[in-house]
């Protein structure tokens, strides 16, 4: 027994050196640890039949040379498989600029959905609420509650569309729509302070050409307080500007008029699109009229208020550069896969 | 409107440190919008006024011609020209060599310099008023047109610098126009004076023309006024004496100033006052008015129906009973406040003239220049609502210009004032606290009283109430609250001068808005996770369209004026104008995925209130999403399961509900109700093959319509937590064949609820095809087994599965595959 072992470990070690890679080493491992017919596992299974008195001896040696053999078959493993990997360099090169294939087609949001988006974060970031309302809309709201008089020209059906059978309706020509609406609806009845900005979709009847559309995007909101003043508006539209824009933007005020505010106002912002520094007409805003403080439900001799409204194509095709307004509404894949 | 730097300073004193730059930046701040400030002389080096000697056809080029051109030296000069109205004995404005053009009055300037055109030596140009910066002063009317100075310089002047020749040596400011339209008093060139003089604190001079003298009586003016309404004041008088010549440089100049043309001392007389004050005139040719030569009869009337009128440029109108027109007994010899008639103007023989100073309603007029595409100076005066006082002031201005451009006239007639209007000047009680407390400064009553009373407000100070009377240019419309008067006094102060201070609000959070929350969400989910980008729609369709896909017209709201009469009818869904997208979008993509998010429009049912006790149309918030690819056979599951992620990203449970149905938009075998936590939110489905065909849609394409307003109501914030299992799970596939109506969502129900130990089901093969049989198709599920209990043992799993697969054969009909 003690001879075989021997042998079968000088064996194991000669053979050992003869092995170059890792399938050998694994032949190798078969041919001596093999289940069934490994020379070692062999002499392991003559084992029953050792005499009692030298069991312990044999077994001693037995677990010796098999730690021994074992402990060389790793270290060979492992030095073959260092061996191994200094391969993969060649053999598992990739492309690293390659992409992933078949191609995956992304999806995108509409640039007028994230402007609108970016305003409204601003304006959620300052305390305002946020809410739509209808598209078609009485004329009361769109213009009787914000002063204008019956006859004014926005009213005429050369600027405004109207409705068939609905002569109380039409779509609505801004989003002011919403300025008494949002105050009967948030004010409890005249008694509470209250923001609101208020974005979405207006209707001109205009001709469509490169700056021209009939339907584009507004973005307004309103503050209501028992004191609110032009030094107030001043310093909310500086706000919403930074806050938009991530930085100090110089603006400037100078006056405007729209029926719903007394006094009125343009806001420039000094920006560059192109052609150095100037001033770039932002939004129109002013201290909402008494007249709308009344329709809402508010007593205007105690309570004030702040409106300021913008157009939201012009802004986003400053932004980004877009040339026609045409390709908000194209649906075209092409304008809308770049944003 | 142009304003005339010269012109202002006869009226009011311009600090001479102020730059014409800064003036424009100031009336931009405080007044109005200036778009330009145009130095008139300031491209006209080496330009001079030259004379058209010759004009020969350009050998090598059908629209150019060879002019030879006088301008001082002792050669004239040989250009090539372009120029559509080039003609010999023309002056015309000389570019010589070293002259700076701006080529066809854009881009940067150019320096002329000898030149060969076509093989012809061009020494200058022959310029268009828009290359040397005159566009505003000699309006161009077609692209080739070179400025025509025949009738407005001298030809003694000719080889002077055009600056001498036209004595250009004025500024002048561009104003935007829709800056002013609330503005009556600003539409004359002593209305912006005034504001000047209250900008820089220098004195306005009075506007006080001398009181109009009769000399004789021999016309008697009848005027008739049908409707005071649309006319409260009508003045007239008669000269007689007239010499209808050209007028002096002087007058010629102020018109050319604001951009006038000349035309013969009556009628710049008229328009010279209208610029100046802002009242149009009108001259009618007395002999026109009368048959015996004494009795000129006005009336102010409203035309009938279909009545005809000519302008003076020749043209006919058939005018409405809307229309205020000036007649005499048998004709129409204006349209009031629009424009005279060729029947009764004046001509170069006329001696005889009514001079009409008028006040017309603001809105009539407007409406009758809409109506007929006829704006003029005059009725863009007369639509802002102007003074009536007006009247009086510009006809003494008239007469006294008349006396001086056509000495021998004289005043024939009385002064006929036909008067009735009023007007409110307040006065409005204003508190001093009330504006410091809107202004947010703490302004003197002092400063107050001085900017209002240099605007021409009357201020009474009693205590702090400072008792504020409306000037009579002021009161038509433009000012009449407190809150007005606010504005007037700070933006003369200067809204730069307000040092901002941020509003004291309650710290509360904002109500949420639901809706606006869940488009924010689904954008993003839509947009990154299920990769559809999203379009916007108009909100107006096509009645061919809705025809397309067997929608009726008569269920929809319809514009009364749609701009695009191609597209009348308000949208009910968003499928519609998405196909026709998809339809645009599959001629450059192989794959389209698009969705949007918009309002629809349904008369039938109830919306928001209207603000007058009624409701409005609904209009809920819909989402649509729509997919084809080329070589796509069943878009349905792009669609359906795309919906299903994103609505499970907010915790929703989507079904989808198969329905057969006989419908023009909807493919029968392949149309489903969508279902959200077990409401009906809408509908999936392809669509008919033949409507696609007629839609043009080159690719299979599906469709999904929900209305996101009734699925806002169903979020909830639940998400329940599940412990992790105590106990290894198995898994067992089973494939079969069954037919091919049996749905997935039915097998997967009866799979899950088969045994308690089934915990979780997966399709993970569909097949049709090879070696299935025609009816019949190939699913394959990956079944898996746990317990809380213990871990299953092979021969556990075996009596469920086995009862699984008898319950698939006997529910369903499935024949197990091996």
């Given at each position: 027994m003690k001879e075989q072992l021997?042998?079968?470990?000088?064996?194991?070690?000669?053979?050992?050196?003869?092995?170059?890679?890792?399938?050998?080493?694994?032949?190798?491992?078969?041919?001596?640890?093999?289940?069934?017919?490994?020379?070692?596992?062999?002499?392991?299974?003559?084992?029953?039949?050792?005499?009692?008195?030298?069991?312990?001896?044999?077994?001693?040696?037995?677990?010796?040379?098999?730690?021994?053999?074992?402990?060389?078959?790793?270290?060979?493993?492992?030095?073959?498989?260092?061996?191994?990997?200094?391969?993969?360099?060649?053999?598992?090169?990739?492309?690293?600029?390659?992409?992933?294939?078949?191609?995956?087609?992304?999806?995108?949001?509409?640039?007028?959905?994230?402007?609108?988006?970016?305003?409204?974060?601003?304006?959620?970031?300052?305390?305002?609420?946020?809410?739509?309302?209808?598209?078609?809309?009485?004329?009361?709201?769109?213009?009787?509650?914000?002063?204008?008089?019956?006859?004014?020209?926005?009213?005429?059906?050369?600027?405004?569309?109207?409705?068939?059978?609905?002569?109380?309706?039409?779509?609505?020509?801004?989003?002011?729509?919403?300025?008494?609406?949002?105050?009967?609806?948030?004010?409890?009845?005249?008694?509470?302070?209250?923001?609101?900005?208020?974005p979405g979709r207006v209707f001109r009847n205009e001709d469509i050409d490169a700056t021209h559309e009939h339907t584009f995007y507004q973005f307004e909101a309103l503050a209501v307080s028992k004191d609110i003043n032009i030094a107030n508006l001043i310093a909310v539209m500086k706000e919403f500007v930074s806050s938009l824009y991530q930085r100090d933007v110089e603006i400037r005020f100078r006056p405007g008029y729209f029926p719903f505010v007394e006094p009125g106002f343009e806001l420039d912002i000094k920006a560059d699109i192109g052609r150095g520094e100037e001033w770039i007409e932002m939004a129109g805003c002013g201290l909402i009229h008494p007249n709308v403080l009344k329709e809402a439900g508010y007593d205007p001799n105690e309570w004030q208020g702040l409106a300021f409204g913008m157009g939201l194509n012009r802004l986003i095709m400053v932004k980004y550069g877009i040339e026609d307004i045409r390709h908000f509404q194209s649906g075209d894949l092409r304008f809308l896969k770049q944003f | 409107m142009l304003v005339s730097k010269q012109w202002i300073s006869q009226f009011t004193t311009i600090p001479k440190k102020i730059t014409p730059q800064q003036i424009g930046i100031d009336l931009t701040m405080h007044v109005v919008e200036v778009e330009g400030v145009i130095d008139e002389a300031q491209f006209l080096d080496n330009v001079f006024l030259g004379r058209v000697e010759s004009v020969q056809k350009h050998p090598n080029a059908d629209k150019l011609n060879i002019c030879t051109v006088a301008f001082g030296q002792a050669h004239p000069a040989q250009v090539v020209c372009g120029g559509s109205n080039v003609t010999e004995g023309m002056l015309c404005a000389f570019g010589s060599l070293g002259a700076k053009v701006r080529w066809h009055g854009e881009g940067d300037l150019i320096e002329l310099k000898k030149a060969e055109i076509r093989g012809v030596k061009s020494y200058g140009m022959i310029c268009a008023s828009d290359e040397i910066g005159l566009g505003e002063m000699f309006p161009k009317k077609d692209e080739k047109e070179i400025v025509d100075l025949t009738h407005i310089a001298s030809a003694k002047d000719v080889g002077k610098p055009l600056a001498v020749a036209l004595s250009l040596d004025d500024v002048v400011f561009?104003?935007?126009?829709?800056?002013?339209?609330?503005?009556?008093?600003?539409?004359?060139?002593?209305?912006?004076?005034?504001?000047?003089?209250?900008?820089?604190?220098?004195?306005?001079?009075?506007?006080?023309?001398?009181?109009?003298?009769?000399?004789?009586?021999?016309?008697?003016?009848?005027?008739?006024?049908?409707?005071?309404?649309?006319?409260?004041?009508?003045?007239?008088?008669?000269?007689?004496?007239?010499?209808?010549?050209?007028?002096?440089?002087?007058?010629?100049?102020?018109?050319?100033?604001?951009?006038?043309?000349?035309?013969?001392?009556?009628?710049?007389?008229?328009?010279?006052?209208?610029?100046?004050?802002?009242?149009?005139?009108?001259?009618?040719?007395?002999?026109?008015?009368?048959?015996?030569?004494?009795?000129?009869?006005?009336?102010?009337?409203?035309?009938?129906?279909?009545?005809?009128?000519?302008?003076?440029?020749?043209?006919?109108?058939?005018?409405?009973?809307?229309?205020?027109?000036?007649?005499?007994?048998?004709?129409?010899?204006?349209?009031?406040?629009?424009?005279?008639?060729?029947?009764?103007?004046?001509?170069?023989?006329?001696?005889?003239?009514?001079?009409?100073?008028?006040?017309?309603?603001?809105?009539?007029?407007?409406?009758?220049?809409?109506?007929?595409?006829?704006?003029?100076?005059?009725?863009?005066?007369?639509?802002?609502?102007?003074?009536?006082?007006?009247?009086?002031?510009?006809?003494?201005?008239?007469?006294?210009?008349?006396?001086?451009?056509?000495?021998?006239s004289v005043v024939s007639s009385t002064i006929v004032d036909q008067s009735n209007f009023t007007l409110d000047q307040g006065p409005i009680d204003l508190d001093i606290n009330f504006v410091q407390r809107k202004m947010g400064v703490d302004l003197s009553a002092t400063e107050m009283v001085r900017i209002l009373t240099s605007l021409g407000f009357g201020v009474k100070e009693k205590k702090q109430i400072l008792s504020v009377t409306i000037p009579t240019w002021r009161a038509t419309k433009d000012i009449a609250i407190r809150e007005d008067l606010v504005e007037e006094i700070a933006r003369v102060y200067g809204y730069d001068n307000i040092a901002p201070s941020l509003p004291t609000f309650p710290i509360v959070p904002p109500p949420k808005n639901a809706l606006r929350d869940v488009e924010t969400t689904l954008r993003t989910l839509l947009a990154h996770e299920a990769r559809y980008s999203e379009v916007s729609n108009y909100s107006f369709v096509a009645p061919e369209l809705l025809e397309k896909v067997g929608e009726h017209t008569k269920d929809y709201l319809e514009l009364e004026n749609p701009i695009a009469k191609d597209r009348p009818y308000l949208r009910r869904h968003l499928r519609e104008n998405m196909l026709e997208m998809v339809e645009h979008n599959l001629h450059r993509f192989d794959t389209v995925n698009i969705f949007e998010i918009g309002k629809v429009f349904k008369k039938e049912l109830e919306g928001e209130e209207d603000g007058q006790q009624h409701v409005l149309p609904r209009q809920d918030t819909l989402l649509a999403m729509a997919h084809a690819a080329k070589g796509d056979t069943n878009p349905f599951l792009h669609v359906s399961t795309s919906f299903t992620t994103v609505m499970t990203r907010l915790g929703l449970v989507v079904h989808y509900e198969k329905k057969t149905l006989d419908d023009v938009l909807v493919h029968p075998g392949r149309f489903a109700k969508v279902f959200v936590n077990d409401v009906h939110v809408g509908h999936i489905a392809e669509v008919h093959p033949l409507t696609a065909e007629t839609l043009g849609l080159d690719a299979r394409t599906a469709i999904l319509e929900v209305n996101l307003s009734e699925i806002v109501p169903l979020l909830t914030e639940k998400t329940q937590y599940q412990p992790l299992p105590q106990y290894p799970s198995t898994e067992r596939d089973v494939a079969f064949v069954l037919d091919k109506e049996k749905q997935h969502e039915d097998i997967a129900a009866a799979l899950i609820k088969a045994d308690p130990l089934t915990v979780d089901i997966e399709l993970f093969d569909v097949f049709t095809g090879k070696n299935i049989p025609e009816g019949k198709k190939s699913m394959a599920y990956r079944i898996t087994y746990r317990s809380d209990e213990k871990t299953l043992e092979g021969k556990d799993v075996d009596v469920i599965h086995d009862k699984i697969v008898a319950m698939l054969q006997k529910k369903f009909g499935a024949e197990i595959r091996a």
């Open positions: 021997a042998s079968v470990k000088k064996e194991f070690e000669a053979q050992l050196k003869r092995v170059s890679d890792l399938s050998q080493l694994e032949e190798l491992e078969q041919t001596f640890f093999g289940r069934k017919a490994g020379a070692f596992t062999n002499l392991a299974k003559q084992m029953k039949d050792v005499a009692v008195e030298q069991k312990k001896a044999i077994g001693e040696m037995m677990n010796e040379v098999r730690t021994n053999i074992t402990k060389e078959l790793e270290e060979k493993r492992a030095d073959l498989q260092r061996e191994e990997m200094k391969k993969i360099v060649d053999i598992e090169s990739i492309d690293v600029t390659q992409p992933q294939l078949p191609k995956e087609e992304h999806g995108h949001i509409h640039p007028m959905a994230q402007g609108l988006k970016d305003m409204t974060d601003a304006a959620l970031a300052m305390g305002f609420l946020v809410e739509d309302g209808p598209e078609l809309e009485s004329q009361y709201f769109v213009f009787d509650s914000l002063n204008f008089p019956p006859d004014h020209p926005a009213r005429e059906g050369m600027d405004t569309f109207y409705v068939k059978d609905h002569p109380e309706l039409c779509m609505r020509a801004h989003v002011s729509n919403m300025q008494v609406r949002l105050m009967r609806k948030y004010s409890e009845g005249g008694t509470k302070p209250m923001r609101a900005a208020y | 561009d104003i935007d126009n829709k800056s002013m339209t609330h503005r009556p008093d600003l539409w004359g060139q002593y209305g912006m004076a005034r504001e000047i003089s209250a900008m820089y604190g220098s004195e306005l001079k009075d506007y006080a023309p001398a009181k109009i003298k009769v000399q004789e009586t021999k016309h008697n003016i009848d005027v008739s006024v049908k409707d005071t309404k649309a006319c409260p004041r009508y003045m007239a008088v008669a000269i007689d004496g007239i010499e209808v010549a050209e007028s002096p440089a002087w007058l010629k100049k102020r018109l050319m100033s604001v951009g006038v043309q000349p035309r013969n001392n009556v009628v710049d007389v008229t328009n010279v006052v209208m610029f100046e004050l802002g009242q149009p005139l009108h001259a009618f040719n007395a002999n026109k008015l009368t048959s015996n030569n004494k009795q000129l009869t006005i009336v102010v009337r409203k035309a009938k129906d279909g009545e005809v009128y000519t302008s003076l440029d020749d043209k006919e109108y058939k005018l409405t009973k809307e229309d205020l027109v000036i007649a005499t007994k048998d004709k129409i010899v204006a349209l009031a406040g629009v424009k005279g008639s060729n029947n009764s103007g004046v001509t170069n023989e006329t001696t005889s003239i009514l001079i009409e100073s008028a006040n017309f309603h603001a809105v009539t007029i407007r409406r009758t220049a809409t109506r007929h595409g006829l704006r003029t100076d005059a009725s863009a005066r007369y639509e802002k609502s102007l003074d009536p006082n007006l009247c009086e002031l510009a006809m003494r201005r008239v007469v006294e210009l008349l006396k001086e451009v056509s000495p021998k």
